[in-house]
C-alpha cells in the first residue's frame, strides 16, 4: 500500500510540514529509473529519492544523501533554486504534486510500473519534461485529468450494488483481501456497507507496519500481528519500506536463489545414488556377460548359422537357457564382445562404487551449506559464501556471447563446445597449442578443452572429469562406460571442407570414464 491513495493523503501533509518553505537545491540521477531530489533550508536539508524501477517503485526521504561523482547527471534545472509552496496528494488517485511558489508544479504519478515525475510549467499546461521518457503517453497528461473525487455515500454505494472496486476503487490488494476474509462476497447490501465503513475507519486511522509476503514486503496500514516493523509516522514507514523492500527483499531473492539451486543439487545428487546403488546391486547380482560367453563358445557346434535366438546348456546353473544372438556377427565375434564386457564389468563396478562414494559425500556437503547459507544475514557474507562455493553465475551477456561452457577443476579451466560450429570456433580461437582436447571416442559430441597452466602438469583427477563431461555433452551420454580420446591441441587440426565439429587427430590416448555432466 505504499503508493496507495490511503498512504499518500497521510503522507503529503507530513511532507509538506517539513519541506514547506525549502529550496530545490539539486535534482540528479544516478540510475536509470532513480531520481533524487536534494531541499536545504537554513539548518536542514531532505532528499526526496523515488526509484521507479518496474520493478519495484517506492520513495524514501533520507535527511541526507552521497552523491556519486561519477555516472551522474543533472535534471529538471528549471526548478532548481525554487522554494516548495506546498505538496497535495490528488482526490483518490495514487499521485501528489509539489508546487513552488513560482506555480511550477512536479506530479509524482505512483502508478507501479507505470510511475513518472513529471515537470509542469502551471497546472493548466501540459508537461514541458518528464523523468522516464519510455512514457510517451505522459506527455499528454494534464494534471486535473487524475484528480478523481468520489462521494462515499450509502445512496452511491447502493446504485452500485455493494461493487468495492467500483464503490472505492483506491482500496488497494491488502484491504481487499481483508474485506474478502469477513465474508463480503457473499455478504447482503447492509453487511456491505458495514464492513465499507469498518475499512474505511481502519484506513483513516492507521498504524503504518511492514507485513512478509512470501519473498516480497508490503506496507500495511490495517492492524497487523505479523509485522516485521511498525510506526505510527507515515515519513519514517516510507523510509523503512524503502529499506525493506530495496535491501532486505534484494537479500532474501538473491539468498533463496542460492538455497534454491543447492536444493536442486541435493535432489539430484540423491537421485543419482538412489539409480546407482540399484544398478550396481543389479550388476553384483547378475551373472558376468564371461560364462554366457563360456556357454556359447562350448556349444559352437549346435548354434545354427544366422541364428537370433539359441537355447544352450548353462552348465554353471546346471539347466538350459535362451541366448539372444547379435544380428550379422558371428558367434566367436559375440562371445568374444562379451569377454571383453567382462573385463569392463569389473572397471565399472569399481567406477561406479566410487561414484557412489563421491555423491554420499557431497550430498553431506550440500546439507552443511545449505545449514551455513540459511544462517547468513548480510549481502557480503552471502557473496563472500558464493565466491568461496563457487555458486556465482556469469551473466548472461558472458553466456550469450562465448561458444563454451565453462567449468573449474583443482584450479584449471575447462571449456566444452555449445554446437558443431561452436566446437570449431572454440578450437579456432579459445585454444593453445599446450591445452588439452578431449571427445567422446567415435560419436558426436562437444569437444573439451583443458586450458594449460605454464609450469604445471594437468591432473590425472581433472583430465578424468573432462573425459567425463566429453562424454556426457555426446551420444554416449547414457552409458555406463564410455571411451574419449585426449591429445594436446596441437595434434588436433581442421581438413579444409569438413563437416562442422569434425577434426583430424594425429596421435591420442583413450580413457574410459562414466559420463558425468556439471
Not at 501528489?96 to 505512483?110: Q, V
Amino acid at each position: 500500500m505504499h503508493l496507495n491513495y490511503h498512504f499518500l493523503k497521510f503522507l503529503c501533509p507530513e511532507l509538506h510540514k517539513k519541506l514547506k518553505d525549502f529550496s530545490l537545491m539539486e535534482c540528479f540521477s544516478q540510475n536509470k529509473d532513480e531520481l533524487v531530489l536534494g531541499f536545504t533550508s537554513v539548518d536542514s536539508s531532505m532528499y526526496i529519492r523515488a526509484n521507479l524501477s518496474p520493478a519495484n517503485t517506492c520513495l524514501s526521504f533520507p535527511d541526507d544523501y552521497k552523491r556519486s561523482k561519477r555516472n551522474s547527471v543533472d535534471l529538471f534545472s528549471h526548478c532548481i533554486g525554487q522554494k516548495v509552496a506546498s505538496i497535495e496528494v490528488l482526490p483518490f488517485e495514487r499521485a501528489f504534486t509539489l508546487t513552488f511558489h513560482s506555480g511550477n508544479i512536479l506530479l509524482f504519478k505512483m502508478h507501479g510500473n507505470r510511475s513518472n515525475i513529471l515537470y509542469y510549467h502551471s497546472i493548466n499546461e501540459l508537461p514541458s519534461v518528464i523523468f522516464r521518457n519510455e512514457l510517451i503517453e505522459d506527455n499528454n497528461l494534464y494534471i486535473n485529468d487524475l484528480k478523481n473525487p468520489l462521494e462515499l455515500t450509502f445512496s452511491r454505494f447502493e446504485k452500485l450494488e455493494g461493487n468495492a472496486a467500483s464503490f472505492l476503487p483506491t482500496l488497494g490488494k491488502i484491504p481487499r483481501g481483508w474485506l474478502k476474509q469477513q465474508g463480503y462476497i457473499d455478504a447482503s447490501l447492509n453487511r456491505k456497507w458495514e464492513l465499507m465503513q469498518e475499512i474505511l475507519d481502519m484506513l483513516d486511522t492507521p498504524l503504518y507496519s511492514i507485513i512478509k509476503d512470501n519473498d516480497h514486503y508490503n506496507l500495511n496500514l490495517l492492524p497487523s500481528e505479523n509485522s516485521v516493523y511498525a510506526t505510527s509516522e507515515p515519513i519514517e514507514a516510507a523510509n523503512e519500506y524503502f529499506k525493506y523492500a530495496i535491501v532486505h527483499q534484494a537479500f532474501d531473492k538473491e539468498k533463496n536463489g542460492l538455497i534454491k539451486n543447492l536444493e536442486d543439487q541435493k535432489k539430484k545428487t540423491s537421485a543419482y545414488i538412489k539409480k546407482t546403488r540399484e544398478k550396481l546391486e543389479a550388476l553384483q547380482q547378475s551373472a558376468a556377460p564371461s560364462q554366457t560367453a563360456d556357454i556359447i563358445m562350448a556349444n559352437l557346434h549346435q548354434i545354427p548359422q544366422g541364428a537370433s535366438e539359441v537355447e544352450l546348456f548353462d552348465f554353471y546353473q546346471n539347466k538350459n537357457i535362451s541366448i539372444k544372438m547379435k544380428k550379422g556377427v558371428s558367434p566367436q565375434k559375440f562371445a568374444e564382445n562379451l569377454y571383453r564386457k567382462s573385463k569392463n564389468r569389473k572397471i565399472e563396478l569399481e567406477q561406479l562404487g566410487k561414484n557412489l562414494s563421491e555423491k554420499e559425500t557431497y550430498i553431506l556437503e550440500l546439507e552443511a551449506m545449505l545449514e551455513d547459507l540459511r544462517n547468513l544475514e548480510d549481502f557480503k557474507a552471502l557473496r563472500e559464501f558464493a565466491k568461496h562455493h563457487h555458486l556465482a553465475k556469469d551473466t548472461k551477456i558472458q553466456q550469450e556471447n562465448l561458444p563454451f561452457k565453462r567449468f573449474e577443476h583443482d584450479g584449471f579451466e575447462l571449456l566444452v563446445g555449445k554446437s558443431a560450429k561452436a566446437n570449431d570456433e572454440m578450437l579456432r580461437y579459445f585454444s593453445w597449442k599446450d591445452d588439452l582436447w578431449l571427445h567422446a571416442k567415435d560419436v558426436s559430441g562437444s569437444h573439451v578443452i583443458i586450458k594449460h597452466k605454464a609450469g604445471q602438469t594437468i591432473p590425472k583427477a581433472t583430465i578424468e572429469r573432462a573425459a567425463e563431461l566429453a562424454a556426457y555433452y555426446s551420444k554416449n551420454k547414457n552409458e555406463s562406460l564410455a571411451p574419449v580420446i585426449y591429445t594436446p591441441c596441437k595434434y588436433v587440426r581442421k581438413v579444409k571442407g569438413s563437416a562442422p565439429g569434425a577434426v583430424m587427430v594425429d596421435r591420442e590416448s583413450v580413457l574410459m570414464v562414466s559420463p558425468k555432466g556439471p
